[in-house]
């Protein structure tokens, strides 16, 4: 569905005029479809980028707004050149296992979340230039026109007019309704959740750690973990 169909979708759900909307206006369904597609990538996690970034000499630390601004959040990184899976890892692991885990350098074999816009890679690269791969979830795209559709698959386009639908029934305090559809629109999200997640098992059914890595335990979070 393209944005000019799926705004006279939500229309006609709440009874309002598609040419003469009174409930919103156009800019303000506008800004409420898109932010249904910040919802539905945040909650179900299905849209996957990737971005090359060029290590620096000693620096530990790289926000992700410098790498990519739809970054939602990191989940693997690699070394192209060395065909190298860079370990999802917490602070805590490299305090517990060096006393000063900072000073060490070397082409990095670990990485961590600090928080959700910055992540750190050890050891930090002795030399820099070395290419870094970084896939991430990403905040979708916002719809430009009318005839501008979400780059989302066409089963997660039918989760948008929902959203919008919810919004709307919310704002005329129709609750009964409203928790009808909110219900039915994280259906809608867990199903694409399933599916993102489906793939992204069979991905790694064919993927091996093609090098080595340092004996480090780690209590990552699963999000990252199983990603690794």
């Not at 919802?39 to 970034?53: G, M, P, Q, W």
């Not at 959700?116 to 690269?125: E, K, N």
Request: glycine share 6%; hydrophobic share 35%; proline share 6%.
């Amino acid at each position: 569905m393209t944005r000019g169909e799926i705004r006279a979708r939500i229309l006609e759900a709440l009874n309002d005029s598609v040419e003469s909307p009174q409930l919103y206006t156009t800019t303000q369904l506008n800004e409420i479809i898109n932010d249904a597609g910040e919802t539905i990538a945040e909650e179900a996690n299905i849209i996957r980028r990737s971005v090359d970034i060029t290590l620096r000499p000693g620096h530990t630390y790289y926000y992700t707004r410098s790498i990519g601004p739809d970054c939602l959040v990191p989940t693997r990184l690699w070394i192209p050149s060395l065909n190298r899976r860079l370990i999802a890892l917490s602070e805590s692991n490299l305090d517990d296992w060096r006393e000063r885990p900072h000073l060490v350098t070397d082409t990095p074999w670990n990485w961590f979340p600090v928080s959700w816009d910055l992540f750190g890679v050890w050891p930090s690269s002795t030399t820099g230039g070395e290419l870094l791969r970084m896939d991430y979830l990403a905040w979708p795209r916002n719809l430009l026109d009318d005839r501008d559709a979400p780059e989302m698959n066409e089963a997660e386009h039918t989760a948008y007019y929902i959203y919008g639908v919810l919004e709307g029934l919310l704002k005329r305090w129709d609750y009964e309704r409203a928790l009808v559809t909110f219900v039915q629109f994280m259906e809608m999200v867990n199903g694409a959740t399933y599916s993102a997640g489906m793939q992204q098992f069979q991905h790694r059914l064919f993927q091996e750690r093609m090098a080595g890595t340092p004996d480090l335990p780690t209590n990552i979070g699963t999000r990252y973990a199983t990603s690794q």
